[in-house]
């Protein structure tokens, strides 16, 4: 069954610990995304890599970093200089085209 | 700025009846508009698209209506079901202005309650 699969579905970090979220999938699609939803705001793009070993930065990159050294893994790692890093994190891939995104269920990250 | 405003937060229907949710956008730009339907705790989904060629799209009980000269569209749910509830997304790109799903823009979504 292919598909986004976004691990832990919960994560728990204390202030000043790099974490890193991890989203892979099987649907062989170029494209990957990683979004930021925060409470009553739309989704805010970080980062989105459109071939493998390239990576552009979105609108909300600080603090932020990522690789893509296989098609299928989009790694995301919360540094310690991301000012407010608790926020539900979702990966989304898409073929190279034109086409809707498929989203993972997420990651919700609590920093304390 | 917002590029993309989806103006209610909220939206409480009869089951039965039309849920009507609306998205303005600013970026005369833009040319693909979507709609994502989002339940708690679970990723974004695909429900329907439109392209700025086109002032209408139908799939099922969905129809997403586009004007540009208003830069406003809606989406159509008829009859909705109580399965509808969840938060709804416009997003919006400027494909054929160098734009990718890389840029898509997000409005802050619509909460759709549709009630037995």
């Known amino acids: 069954d292919g598909g986004i699969t976004q691990s832990p579905k919960y994560l728990f970090r204390k202030e000043g610990q790099n974490v890193t979220l991890s989203c892979e999938q099987n649907?062989?699609?170029?494209?990957m995304y990683w979004y930021r939803q925060d409470p009553g705001q739309g989704l805010r793009l970080i980062y989105y890599s459109q071939i493998v070993n390239d990576f552009q930065k979105g609108d909300i990159a600080e603090g932020y970093s990522v690789s893509r050294e296989k098609k299928e893994s989009f790694p995301l790692t919360v540094t310690s200089a991301q000012k407010n890093p608790t926020a539900f994190y979702l990966c989304a891939s898409s073929p190279f085209s034109n086409s809707p995104l498929h989203f993972g269920n997420g990651t919700r990250l609590t920093v304390t | 700025d917002q590029q993309v405003k989806q103006n209610s937060p909220s939206l409480s229907v009869q089951e039965g009846r039309i849920s009507i949710l609306n998205c303005d956008y600013t970026?005369?730009?833009?040319?693909?508009f979507l709609w994502y339907k989002k339940y708690p705790a679970e990723g974004p989904t695909f429900l329907i698209s439109?392209?700025?060629?086109?002032d209408k799209n139908e799939d099922g009980r969905f129809t997403v209506f586009l004007n540009k000269s208003a830069k406003h569209l809606s989406l159509h749910i008829v009859p909705s079901q109580p399965g509808d509830s969840a938060v709804y997304f416009c997003a919006a790109s400027a494909m054929n202005y160098g734009g990718s799903q890389g840029n898509l823009i997000f409005g802050k979504g619509t909460k759709l309650s549709v009630k037995p």
């Open positions: 970026n005369s730009m833009f040319d693909y």
């Open positions: 439109i392209s700025s060629i086109k």
């Open positions: 649907l062989n699609h170029d494209a």
